[in-house]
């Protein structure tokens, strides 16, 4: 198995839906923190899932679903998808380095997530070359 350099595949930054706060002007204290923890989580995340993505990919999805669950534990399924359309109309499968540390790692945001907001059933993780990512989390069965 090969691998890229890691050149070729950009680090993702925080969605362009949240502000970004200039260099110059950190935030102190815990929450700053917390953020980025969660972005390093992310980013390690990616590390991963851009190991399968070929040349000229344009979206990727990392879906992880919950396919059982108690209060004491809850087993999860991982799927990765990529388009190499910006529309993301085609997708074909991928495979990350390894599935399950990505399925683990996106259950690890629940880490920064407010306690009642962890018994999500869809989490969905969006990569874009250009660094950026989008989550969203889905509570319905």
Avoid: H
């Avoid at 950190?26 to 040349?55: H, N, T």
């Avoid at 998808?81 to 380095?97: K, Q």
């Amino acid at each position: 198995m090969t691998t890229k350099p890691a050149a070729a595949k950009p680090k993702p930054k925080a969605s362009g839906a949240q502000a970004q706060k200039p260099a110059a002007q950190p935030v102190p204290g815990a929450a700053a923190e917390a953020d980025s923890a969660g972005v390093k989580a992310i980013e390690a995340i990616f590390a991963c899932v851009a190991q399968g993505l070929p040349d000229g990919w344009q979206r990727a999805w990392v879906v992880v679903t919950e396919m059982s669950g108690s209060a004491k534990e809850r087993t999860f399924e991982g799927r990765f998808t990529m388009s190499l359309e910006a529309a993301g109309d085609r997708r074909w499968n991928f495979v990350p380095c390894n599935a399950r540390s990505v399925a683990q790692g996106v259950y690890g945001l629940n880490d920064f997530l407010e306690p009642e907001k962890r018994n999500w059933k869809v989490a969905t993780l969006l990569f874009t070359p250009d660094g950026r990512f989008e989550l969203k989390y889905d509570y319905a069965r």
